[in-house]
């Protein structure tokens, strides 16, 4: 009778390999898969797990995570890796830049893609007090924490492991979902929940912004998807981060990823285009030599030509580059080009940028703050929502007559709602 028991668990276990290595269960990322595990390589490449297979960067198929990293073909059986980031430690450095995986109880270092000697170890004797059977792993170096740490999570328990002390702290991330990976790109946070993500303060777990968002839309480049969401982004009622308009008058407006550009012609769509890079930018404003974008609290400054490459000395904070403090809410420069005029809640200032010292000066009021702004030939538009107000001077901001009201996606981007 043990015998065949033994034989069949034997046969069962046999069915379940040949199953997960069939064809038929590699998975797609493009049909909005829950991803078990998300981190970057040594090189910045962003690595997606998903039931024992991986898939590399923002595109392309699958391929099996034993593949790359070989020993974790003694723990096929598992089919999943629980939890991954890439560990930052420069006070360490034979373990710094080291890929950390999570599979049950055990812990696996790579460096360069080779496990490091005496492991799997037990999770408990690398990180004591972090539990077992993890949903999430992030890694939090410092500033952006107050000491290098990593961030875990479990259900909705929340630990930072401080590698300095070995200390653990419980947070409460009250206002974000539980995380079933999460991931740390281009100094910003990200918790995956299904095929939705959420940013969140690594300090806090506050989510700032409308979210959650989807994936696909972000993080991969899927043909079919993409295309149907150059509708869905087109014609979306979602706010506006940021607009602006060249010297010929056409528009160009952003929206998470999205880069749509907006004809002047009515009803003119000029097509909508990926940002290279993962921003969400605030707003932008050009002058005569650069195009400055912002993010969060900082300002990104482009030199204006062909090939848009960041000015020496930027990122700075908004207070350094403006003379006034952030939060503030949008900000444009109209045909002078020397003069920026910045939008906080209900009040408008202007810094002049030929200043060797800039202060935001000229403080008045204006109708309603703004989510998105700029000027063009035609004059000034302040968008909020979903929808955008046209002042055909900039004096025009100042006055008590409201003008008419416009819809962005109908009579911006051509759609028929």
Request: hydrophobic share 35%; proline share 4%; with cysteine.
């Amino acid at each position: 009778l043990l015998t065949l028991l033994s034989l069949k668990r034997d046969t069962d276990n046999q069915k379940l390999l040949t199953k997960w290595r069939s064809p038929a269960a590699v998975p797609d990322r493009c049909q909005g898969i829950e991803m078990d595990a998300v981190t970057v390589n040594e090189d910045g490449i962003p690595y997606f797990f998903h039931s024992g297979f991986l898939f590399k960067g923002f595109h392309g198929a699958a391929e099996r995570a034993n593949e790359t990293f070989t020993e974790l073909d003694e723990h096929q059986h598992l089919g999943h890796v629980d939890a991954a980031f890439r560990l930052h430690y420069e006070d360490h450095p034979t373990e710094h830049n080291n890929i950390i995986f999570f599979l049950d109880t055990q812990i696996f270092s790579y460096y360069q893609h080779k496990l490091e000697g005496g492991y799997p170890k037990n999770i408990s004797e690398v990180y004591p007090g972090i539990p077992d059977h993890l949903d999430a792993a992030v890694e939090c170096p410092k500033p952006e924490c107050e000491e290098d740490s990593v961030i875990f999570f479990k259900g909705d328990e929340i630990f930072h492991f401080n590698f300095k002390t070995k200390a653990v702290e419980m947070k409460e991330f009250t206002s974000m979902p539980n995380c079933t990976s999460a991931f740390r790109f281009m100094e910003h946070y990200y918790c995956f929940h299904g095929h939705n993500f959420s940013k969140f303060d690594p300090k806090t777990g506050e989510v700032h912004g409308r979210y959650p968002k989807e994936a696909r839309d972000f993080f991969m480049r899927c043909s079919k998807f993409s295309h149907d969401h150059v509708e869905r982004e087109r014609c979306s009622r979602a706010h506006l981060d940021a607009i602006t308009a060249d010297n010929e008058g056409d528009m160009f407006a952003f929206r998470g990823q999205s880069f749509i550009c907006a004809l002047t012609v009515p009803g003119g769509f000029g097509g909508l285009f990926r940002i290279k890079h993962l921003i969400e930018s605030k707003f932008i404003y050009r002058t005569s030599h650069f195009t400055a974008r912002f993010q969060d609290e900082h300002v990104f400054a482009y030199r204006v030509g062909e090939n848009h490459t960041l000015l020496d000395g930027y990122p700075k904070t908004v207070k350094e580059e403006l003379g006034i403090e952030g939060p503030i809410d949008s900000a444009f420069s109209c045909d002078e080009h020397q003069h920026v005029h910045v939008v906080k809640g209900q009040l408008m200032y202007d810094v002049d940028m030929a200043a060797s010292e800039r202060n935001a000066t000229n403080e008045r009021s204006i109708m309603f703050p703004s989510d998105a702004a700029m000027c063009g030939p035609r004059g000034v538009t302040l968008v909020k929502g979903n929808h955008f107000y046209h002042f055909d001077t900039l004096k025009l901001l100042f006055s008590r007559a409201v003008p008419e009201r416009h819809q962005v996606s109908l009579e911006l981007f051509g759609c028929d709602h």
